[in-house]
């Protein structure tokens, strides 16, 4: 244990903590919750006031800085990519690394921490750092700690200590007796070979934690369930086989608890197994994740239908379908833990299922879209549904859906339940029809109208069903007044006893929108839109001229009075969004839409599956292509553009060069006339007769001689 003085002068403990693939579901958990525990913590016993302080945090964690607390564990590890970014709370990563140096990076480090829960590619990496460092244990200047994080699927043949009772469970003392899964082989020698060499434990201490199947935070192997249940695509959830068989499991942040305790304590005992108290079938998890999430049904498959989801590989399949009970009684018994669910996953589900969501991001957008008739909120609905993932509620169809559901209920069945069920399922059908026939009366004295209880009932069991609740929705055109919205959105019960206290009336968190949108425009713009709209597309609709302007003047009489349903959103605090569509300009609404995406904000859901994100950069890449070939394209008219404009000026160019040669020639021409008369006349006959003369005598100097005819023969001298 490294000790360095403080600032103020306080000694202060730090060690060293290396984690193999800091960048996977398993080991960044344990890595970020050694983070921010102080070294030293897990020896101290745990008061009931701290017990209840961590259970009302609910094992979240803090590491919204990442900044390093004093005295806690120094995280360093490597990635499972190189191009995979480096935590918040890790000190240092390393993506690529040779063995040499990450053997010098191992001697720097207090503890070593192998996983191979994840990848069983890591087994050999493993084997191989426990017998490196093993040789330089002469070199220690302090103990190290050597932690092989493996699973209990090497215990997954053992036979059953009792035969007469297979109810009973395994323990850590059995170790010798474990018989592995075949797909194990590696993980059980990897085991053995780093229980042997903790034999000198005084410098060199190893263990082995066998845990069970993890769960919690961002879900690990049953985030697969979680996300089929969360986006509704299948009617039930799968349970493969008979779904009877016992699985170990263990929170991720209870396993990281195990292992802080095991760096602090150092206990004599060198193999663990770290599981919880649950004694939970695959058909309770995948029951629960249902209920909490999706539907609420399931349906066994065969075993070989497990393959069909390639989400789950071959060693996910393994943990699945085990069949193991298993108690961690060293850890029960010596170990300080402040567990996060130690009585489960089925107890726990809720608060497993909010660490979920909150570890993924997955929070549900609401949003109520209002505004006068024909002002485009069903077709930016839409849009915003399309964008956003979410589902897009009318009152049409939910009164529809709910009408249809209860002819469902009350439509005979076959009777194949058992007695409680039958019992509980005639009193459903009895409920229903009475139901369905106030509704049918209800229509008949109203003109095919349902009041506002109905209605309100009807949304609100659509606003609270699981996919609402799970992804968000959006609420076209509704409500449409003070008192709907408040008997929509306020809380059912304890709502006299909370006005009593003269508090403001209970809003229903469950169900509130998040945001809502007030889309609006002038009569005569909206009138002018609706005149202007095809035939094909007012048939059927509430678009015809006498309905349409009933239904925009009843919209503006209802918008004048003092409670508007914009008052009750302004009084809960919910402040809605304006936006004046006539000012747009804009037919299609994409400006609307583009307005209320930034100030709803980013989707909060899963993103695009694998065949959505094949499917969007098909798209994009043919877009580009379509864009490179319109620039090509362009650019290539724009030059021919240019090289027939330069052809022209060039024909143009040498066009006028030839007019310009043409006159100098004539204008030269023009002006030689008289000086070639002149020449002819008075001086070409002398000096032909001065060159012919000169011809014959063939003088020494030719040109004294013609000089000196020429000036004796000149016309005027004689």
């Known amino acids: 244990m490294a000790k360095a003085a403080s600032p103020a002068g306080k000694i202060t403990r730090t060690q060293r903590v290396f984690i193999n693939l800091l960048d996977t579901y398993s080991s960044r958990n344990i890595g970020k919750f050694l983070s921010n525990c102080v070294i030293g913590a897990s020896l101290e016993e745990i008061t009931e006031e701290e017990e209840e302080e961590d259970e009302s945090k609910s094992g979240a964690l803090d590491a919204s800085s990442g900044k390093l607390k004093e005295g806690t564990f120094q995280i360093v590890g490597t990635l499972s990519k190189p191009d995979s970014p480096k935590p918040d709370f890790a000190t240092e990563t390393y993506p690529a690394i040779s063995r040499e140096d990450l053997l010098l990076r191992l001697l720097e480090c207090d503890a070593i921490i192998y996983n191979i829960t994840e990848s069983s590619q890591q087994v050999e990496e493993a084997i191989w750092a426990v017998s490196a460092l093993n040789e330089e244990i002469r070199h220690f200047e302090r103990r190290k700690v050597f932690i092989l994080l493996s699973t209990v699927m090497t215990w997954a043949r053992s036979k059953p200590l009792d035969p007469d009772d297979t109810e009973v469970p395994f323990t850590e003392e059995d170790y010798r007796r474990r018989k592995n899964h075949p797909n194990f082989l590696d993980h059980i020698n990897a085991e053995k070979l780093v229980l042997k060499f903790g034999k000198n434990a005084k410098m060199f201490a190893t263990y082995v934690v066998a845990a069970g199947l993890q769960y919690g935070m961002e879900g690990g192997i049953l985030h697969t369930f979680f996300k089929m249940a969360w986006l509704g695509d299948v009617p039930a959830l799968p349970v493969f086989g008979d779904g009877t068989n016992v699985i170990p499991m263990i929170h991720v942040l209870d396993l990281a ?5 095991i760096v602090d304590h150092v206990p004599k005992l060198h193999y663990l197994v770290a599981v919880d108290e649950s004694t939970q079938t695959l058909e309770d998890l995948i029951k629960f994740i249902s209920r909490s999430t999706g539907s609420g049904k399931i349906q066994k498959v065969p075993r070989e239908n497990a393959f069909l989801i390639k989400e789950l590989t071959q060693e996910h399949l393994d943990h699945l379908l085990v069949n193991l009970k298993m108690e961690a009684l060293f850890v029960k018994d010596s170990f300080n833990i402040r567990w996060v669910a130690q009585t489960g996953f089925v107890e726990n589900i809720q608060t497993v299922l909010k660490q979920y969501k909150q570890s993924r991001g997955l ?36 009164i529809s859906e709910a009408i249809a559901k209860l002819e469902a209920i009350v439509a005979p069945k076959d009777r194949g339940e058992e007695e409680g069920e039958e019992e509980e399922e005639e009193e459903n059908v009895d409920d229903a029809q009475e139901l369905l026939d106030s509704i049918k009366e209800n229509m008949e004295q109203n003109a095919g109208r349902l009041e506002d209880q109905y209605i309100i009932r009807f949304v609100k069991e659509k606003l609270k069903s699981m996919p609402c609740r799970n992804q968000g ?58 005149m202007n709209l095809p035939e094909s597309i007012v048939a059927g609709t509430h678009y015809s001229q006498d309905h349409f302007l009933r239904a925009l003047s009843n919209y503006r009489d209802i918008n004048t009075e003092d409670e508007t349903v914009y008052n009750y959103f302004d009084e809960i605090e919910i402040h809605p969004i304006h936006i004046d569509v006539e000012k747009l300009e804009d037919a299609q609404n ?31 890449a043919e877009e580009r292509l379509a864009k490179e070939a319109a620039q090509a394209a362009e650019r ?16 143009a160019w040498n066009k006028r060069l030839e007019e310009v040669k043409r006159e100098e020639r004539e204008l030269l021409e023009t002006q030689s006339t008289p000086l070639r008369n002149y020449l002819m006349t008075y001086v070409m006959p002398t000096l032909m007769q001065g060159l012919n003369e000169c011809c014959k005598v063939r003088p020494d100097d030719p040109i004294d001689f013609l000089a000196e005819y020429l000036f004796k023969n000149n016309p005027e001298m004689q």
């Open 257 to 261: 608890a195990v292992i802080q305790n």
């Open 363 to 398: 929070l549900p957008v609401k949003i109520c879209i209002l505004g006068p008739p024909a002002v485009g909120k069903s077709s930016i609905a839409k849009e915003l549904c399309k964008y956003y993932k979410l589902h897009h509620i009318t009152l049409k169809e939910v």
């Open 473 to 530: 929705y959006i609420l076209d055109g509704f409500p449409k007044m003070y008192d709907q919205a408040k008997d929509l959105f306020n809380q059912d019960e304890e709502e006299e006893e909370e006005e009593i206290r003269g508090k403001m009336f209970p809003i229903d968190k469950l169900i509130i929108p998040e945001f809502v949108c007030v889309l609006d425009a002038s009569d005569e713009f909206l009138k002018d839109r609706v």
């Open 590 to 620: 994409r400006l609307a839409i583009k307005q209320l995406i930034k100030e709803i904000g980013a989707p909060r859901n899963f993103g695009l599956t694998d065949e959505e994100r094949a499917e969007q950069e098909l798209r994009e």
């Open 636 to 651: 290539e008219r724009k030059e021919a553009e240019e090289e027939a404009q330069k052809l022209a000026s060039w024909r």
